[in-house]
């Protein structure tokens, strides 16, 4: 069995519509983009994922995330 039949890669999360859903967390950010929590969090702080800070939380524009992916 190769590696990558016990480690299947999680599917990407959809992009919601951002009229619908002007931002989402940076989790379900992370989940779109198909990286880790951690990376994404870490990403953030310098400045490669735009992030709104809402008092101790952080949301992603939706629309912004659209951009990074090229949609």
Do not use: C, F, N
């Amino acid at each position: 069995m190769t590696q990558a039949a016990r480690y299947p890669r999680a599917k990407p999360a959809e992009i919601p519509d951002p009229a619908v859903e002007p931002t989402v967390t940076i989790e379900r950010a992370s989940s779109i983009l198909g990286i880790g929590r951690g990376l994404a969090y870490a990403a953030a702080k310098r400045g490669e994922i735009p992030v709104l800070h809402l008092g101790r939380a952080l949301r992603v524009p939706t629309a912004e995330l659209l951009k990074m992916l090229g949609q």
